[in-house]
């Protein structure tokens, strides 16, 4: 049986009311040595660890999990979802594997230590490397680990004491910049990776993220709320915003309207489609992207009007910038719901900052397989100008056909919205 499995059974017998959510699972049902939770706040990611603390305690007699706060006061809340947890799990029986779970047995109990039947102790610490050094876990996790003043020392306190010893390590964060020990191991690649975005943890209420919203500002709620490392230098779509859309499953258009975006090549010789679909709840997946390189302008056609029967897009959204005018003009001849977009630079700023809103709210999905997309869109950079303006560009020598053709698509499907959906920024083509 899965750990998943006999938490939520725990939960269950325990009459809690509460459903693992599906990174929560995740999360419980990886034994990787090091574990990486980056996470909006709010969504669970103490509760979780408390959780998995009474749940390895109880596989595990004899053993000893570390909780580690920046704070005093966060260390003693930490310790007081611990208890919130066993108190439920005290009420809950449950027989698995030849053992009968009854009634958790705690043997001794203080402000911030507790010690089960089986032996096995859970401690909840403030941030004191040398409080650290003094104990041999086998589990440790570090609660809002971006929040800790001198988190090097943690680290060095930490890795002996644990990992060292056959330990596990476990971090929980909220981002707190590029910087740090947090930081660290979610780029260096030793951590497994796990996200709990706020879209995933159904106990937050819309009015609730609309307080907040009008709370935070809008780099603390891309921070708090929207797992961004702020100060990355100039990222349009960084990298973890970008990975938060990707989806793995094939996808087949199912009878949702289609939208096409076609970018005309200018700096290459080549002409990328992209194709999208708009589901009942707003969310766009694009399902189909095509570079036709090196083609003439007459297969171009070919290929698109094939592709537009195919699909019947409800609108082909062609860039009629300098070289792209004959295409579109002699497309908009033959197909339905043609339109032309003459890119400036005020059209070109919506369209990113929609797609980074899209993004977001989690609510576009690219597909894994389309590599040339991710990486244009991983190197898109927002530039300052020597005039105080802002421009948003491919950097030099990169090209940015991808980026705009997925633009096209979204601009068409966002332009046709009524109101009363999810999406706020809806622009006109001028
Ligand atoms: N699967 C779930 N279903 C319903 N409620 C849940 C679930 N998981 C956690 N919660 C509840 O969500 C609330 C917030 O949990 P918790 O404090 O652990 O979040 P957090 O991510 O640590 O928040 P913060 O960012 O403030 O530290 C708690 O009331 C907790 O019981
Ligand atoms: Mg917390």
Not at 410 to 418: E, S
Request: glycine fraction near 8%.
């Amino acid at each position: 049986m899965r750990r998943s499995t006999l938490a939520q059974l725990l939960l269950g017998a325990a009459e809690t009311g509460i459903r693992l959510y599906e990174w929560q699972r995740r999360w419980l049902d990886d034994d990787s040595t090091f574990r990486i939770l980056l996470k909006s706040r709010g969504v669970g990611g103490s509760f979780i660890i408390a959780l998995e603390a009474l749940i390895e305690s109880l596989l595990n007699p004899g053993s000893l999990t570390l909780l580690i706060s920046y704070s005093q006061r966060q260390s003693l809340e930490l310790f007081r979802k611990v208890k919130t947890v066993l108190g439920a799990l005290e009420r809950a029986s449950l027989s698995w594997g030849g053992e009968v779970y009854r009634s958790v047995k705690v043997s001794s109990e203080s402000k911030t230590q507790l010690e089960l039947g089986n032996a096995s102790r859970i401690v909840s610490l403030p941030n004191n490397p040398d409080a650290i050094r003094g104990y041999r876990a086998d589990s440790v996790y570090i609660d809002e680990a971006g929040m800790f003043r001198d988190d090097f020392e943690v680290k060095s306190a930490v890795i002996p004491s644990t990992v060292g010893r056959g330990g596990r390590l476990s971090l929980v964060s909220t981002p707190k910049g590029r910087r740090g020990w947090f930081y660290e191991a979610w780029t260096g690649g030793a951590f497994s990776r796990h996200t709990a975005h706020y879209s995933e943890a159904r106990h937050i209420t819309s009015e609730e993220l609309e307080r907040l919203r009008k709370t935070l500002t809008e780099l603390e709620w891309l921070q708090e709320m929207e797992h961004e490392f702020l100060d990355e230098a100039n990222a349009v779509f960084p990298y973890e915003l970008i990975l938060q859309c990707i989806s793995e499953d094939a996808y087949e258009p199912a009878s949702h309207p289609v939208f096409i975006g076609v970018d005309v090549g200018r700096l290459r010789d080549s002409t990328v489609i992209t194709a999208l679909e708009r589901l009942d709840d707003g969310l766009l997946r694009v399902f189909h992207i095509q570079e036709l390189r090196g083609v003439d302008f007459q297969t171009q056609e070919n290929v698109i009007a094939e592709l537009a029967r195919a699909l019947r897009p409800v609108s082909i959204a062609v860039d009629k910038t300098g070289i792209g005018l004959p295409l579109y003009e002699s497309l908009s001849r033959t197909l339905p719901g043609v339109e032309g977009v003459a890119f400036t630079h005020n059209l070109k700023e919506a369209m990113i900052a929609a797609i980074q809103s899209l993004m977001r709210g989690r609510r576009i999905r690219i597909p894994a397989d389309a590599p040339e997309l991710i990486n244009q869109l991983r190197a898109y950079q927002r530039v300052e100008t020597q005039t105080g303006g802002v421009r948003y560009e491919a950097p030099r020598g990169q090209h940015d056909d991808y980026v705009m053709s997925l633009a096209l698509a979204v601009g068409a499907a966002l332009k046709r919205l009524t109101t009363g959906t999810a999406v706020k920024r809806v622009w006109n083509w001028p």
